[in-house]
């Protein structure tokens, strides 16, 4: 039926008038003027929403002021549609002319519209009576383009106590930091916008690239629209109207952690297709001010509620946190595999992957080797080396050389290493007292060496008698092969007095049990032990709790270690005040792709310099381990635990590490850089020293490293989480740098990012910051485990 519009009536229709004068200046009529006719589109999909089409369809019909023309598209479904013309036979209801999809239903709509405003209401919205009476005496002012209401969720069932009020876009409602008066804004609201017609007619509608398909938790199709048409009008405007308000129903279903998750990752992908459309700058600018101050001002308040009682404000204040790295993780997707229907640009085909590298150290004392290029996995030939640079046994710097055909020189290599690392080896050379390099041709110090050999090095002073006595800690899960290249490594460390304490957190494979075993009857250094409740934070616990050492270092069961490391970290206990030394981590083998970007993501290489932080800053250390530069701390420090070092070689003083609780069994991955950042936040000193040389079995597998990746984030983001909820005082400073961590996270060229090679691939980064961004839902859970199980 064709309904006609009745008057502009209302006592509503002058107050919105005042409010428009009152927004976009003198301009605006003053007083009433002639009532438009408005057209109302209603885009249905499925016979399971059928009650609330029939609710929403209702409501428009209701209207106070009464709409012009009913429009009713059924998106692809012939039996919805028979039904919807059987029970609306004066409605105009018509099939989706165009590709399955809201946005391609819409314009469909639009199509058969006929009055001068178009209206947009979702088939599960009910409007106000009052809805349209609120949002057309807008247009009475020409340059408005767009209007938009406010919609209240409409729960089926209680709403989630996680669920934070700023991310009700979620569930497609208004969210807390919308407008709350008559204001203009960049988009309207999806389920309950309006435009004029005469506008949309001038542009090609809404992008079927974009806007929900089906049950696909996808969006953002009236965002990319309204930056359009504000393009062709750039004196237009987009008005939000707080009173012209509709209930948007929110299903079970949608009342989950599953879909909150699906609907932020899709919202991120779908705002990196609006960026490559309009711009980054028109296409994230709203975003950008909603991250920098109403998501920070929800995590406090949540974290307030905690304080004040209610314990659920700490699962809105991660929810905050994990749907904005959900969210930044989907636009990172998005990107990166350039996935946008609407510019037509295919999915670039999957890249073979990183030729292996050549794995190799070199003493500058004892010579210069020839490198082959050949000997590679399966046959192949090796591309390029990573080669670790040592002069009497100190680490001076990694060199990554390319290998041409039939491999490097010694020369060659020595050219090189002169190159990239002649000041680290002068400056080691004058600490010993030795001449520096001699400015001759490189090609005359190849095999021969840089330097001259038999000299002592100052670097490694004689371990003061009697040696303080270590207990090494090993813990392991069932992975024999890798534990017992591990023993044989610990077996000939170069240090007098230390013992081997090996966690066997899977005894019921009695394998570890029976290697263990066998070695200890010939090295009474080496001792068993069990812990059967899963995870390396209880065995690690468990390990400290047998310790008989004053100082307790830990290796992971996957390591092969220098003969020095030992020696390497007790060096690195350099004043009282130290109570922790982590060491450098380097790849055993880069056969494949996989152990390959694992380097490249950085995630265990710290470097050949030697370092120092505290809770004010870290700064380098001279050869001889005097302070010699102070670092501007990071914008994050000292929130930045991966920059300490890695569980997989790090040492303790015993008392400490007890005093500060041990490990926490909470974070099943993380437990690691918590303690380190939780010795760095207590006062204490951390030193890194790069002489302490692990050798990592990278895995070779890219669904390992994947499982990896996603850890890893799990783990920052759970001790984030654990900061914010636990110190006032890291709940402060974290807040106010939520948004330079994230662009940190998130920038190419950031430190973090700035080892990751094209090539490089883009979903190890979108695992990595889903992870990250379901950290915090991981820890809330395991800490409400913990405490039922305390209680």
Request: aromatic share 6%; charged share 20%; glycine share 10%.
């Amino acid at each position: 039926m064709t309904i006609h519009a009745g008057s502009a009536a209302t006592s509503s229709a002058s107050s919105s008038t005042s409010e428009v004068v009152a927004v976009l200046g003198p301009e605006a009529p003053a007083g009433p003027g002639p009532a438009l006719a408005v057209t109302v589109v209603i885009c249905v999909y499925t016979e399971q929403r059928w009650p609330q089409i029939i609710r929403a369809v209702g409501s428009v019909l209701a209207q106070d002021v009464p709409a012009a023309q009913v429009v009713v598209v059924v998106d692809h479904n012939p039996a919805l549609l028979e039904r919807a013309r059987a029970t609306f036979p004066e409605l105009t209801v018509v099939p989706s002319t165009g590709p399955r999809g809201l946005s391609a239903a819409r314009n469909t709509g639009l199509a058969q519209a006929t009055g001068e405003i178009v209206a947009f209401l979702d088939d599960d919205a009910e409007a106000e009576p009052d809805w349209l009476a609120r949002l057309l005496p807008h247009y009475r002012d020409g340059r408005v383009l767009a209007v938009g209401g406010h919609a209240v969720p409409a729960w089926e069932e209680e709403r989630p106590r996680w669920l934070p009020p700023e991310f009700d876009w979620v569930v497609g409602c208004s969210f807390t930091g919308q407008p709350t008066e008559v204001t203009p804004v960049r988009n309207v609201i999806g389920c309950n916008m309006s435009f004029r017609r005469s506008v949309l007619d001038r542009t090609a509608g809404f992008d079927p690239a974009l806007g929900r398909v089906g049950r696909t938790p996808v969006g953002c199709e009236e965002t990319e629209l309204c930056i359009r048409i504000r393009q062709l009008e750039p004196d237009g405007v987009v008005l939000h109207e707080p009173a012209a308000r509709v209930r948007h129903r929110v299903t079970v279903d949608r009342a989950t952690w599953r879909y909150f998750r699906q609907r932020c990752f899709s919202e991120g992908r779908s705002k990196a297709v609006v960026a490559r459309l309009v711009g980054a700058d028109a296409g994230l600018a709203t975003e950008r001010a909603y991250t920098r101050r109403t998501l920070p001002a929800g995590v406090r308040r949540g974290l307030r509620q905690v304080r004040d009682g209610d314990r659920a404000g700490l699962l809105r204040s991660a929810a905050i946190v994990a749907g904005l790295l959900v969210t930044a993780a989907g636009y990172v997707s998005a990107q990166a595999l350039r996935a946008s229907q609407a510019v037509g640009t295919p999915v670039p085909r999957r890249r073979a992957g990183p030729a292996p590298v050549r794995v190799l150290a070199v003493e500058l004392s004892e010579g210069m080797p020839d490198v082959p290029d050949t000997g590679g996995p399966d046959g192949a030939r090796y591309g390029a080396a990573q080669v670790l640079v040592r002069l009497h046994g100190q680490p001076l710097g990694l060199v990554d050389v390319a290998l041409p055909a039939g491999g490097l020189t010694a020369p060659a290599l020595s050219a090189a290493i002169r190159a990239r690392l002649s000041a680290a080896i002068d400056e080691h050379l004058l600490y010993d007292g030795l001449p520096t390099l001699d400015p001759l041709d490189a090609a005359a110090a190849g095999e021969a060496g840089l330097v001259a050999a038999g000299a002592s090095c100052r670097c490694h002073p004689a371990v003061v008698e009697p040696a303080p006595f270590v207990s090494v800690v090993v813990p392991t899960c069932g992975r024999t092969p890798l534990l017992e290249s591990t023993l044989d490594s610990l077996a000939a460390l170069d240090y007098p007095h230390y013992e081997i304490v090996v966690v066997d957190n899977a005894p019921q494979v009695a394998a570890t049990a029976r290697v263990v075993a066998a070695r200890a009857a010939d090295d009474p250094r080496l001792r068993y032990t069990s812990e059967p409740r899963p995870g390396v934070a209880h065995a690690r616990n468990r390990g400290l709790a047998e310790a008989r050492g004053a100082i307790v270092a830990f290796a992971d069961d996957d390591v092969t270690l220098d003969r020095g490391w030992l020696r390497s970290l007790v060096d690195g206990f350099t004043g009282d005040d130290v109570a922790g030394v982590t060491g450098q981590v380097l790849a055993r083998k880069l056969d494949t792709p996989s152990q390959i970007w694992l380097e490249q993501y950085g995630g265990y290489g710290k470097g050949c310099q030697r370092r120092r932080f505290d809770r004010a800053g870290s700064a380098t250390l001279d050869a001889g381990g005097a302070r010699r530069v102070d670092q501007p701390p990071p914008s994050l420090y000292p929130y930045l635990p991966g920059s300490y070092g890695s569980g997989a070689n790090m040492a303790f003083r015993a008392d400490v590490l007890r005093r500060l609780g041990g490990f926490d069994p909470r974070l099943r991955t993380g437990e690691d850089i918590d303690v380190l950042l939780r010795t760095v936040l207590a006062g204490h000193v951390l030193t890194y020293e790069p002489g302490a040389v692990v050798w990592h079995t990278h895995r070779r597998e890219l669904r390992a490293l994947r499982r990896t990746m996603f850890r890893y984030g799990v783990g920052l983001g759970a001790v984030i989480t654990k900061c914010l909820a636990a110190d006032p005082t890291a709940r402060r400073e974290l807040l106010g740098r939520l948004p330079g961590g994230v662009a940190y996270a998130l920038r190419p060229g950031s430190a973090r990012n700035g080892r990751k090679q094209e090539g490089y691939p883009a979903s190890l980064t979108a695992l990595e910051l889903c992870g990250l961004a379901l950290g915090p839902a991981y820890y809330a859970a395991a800490a409400a485990r913990s405490g039922r199980s305390r209680r």
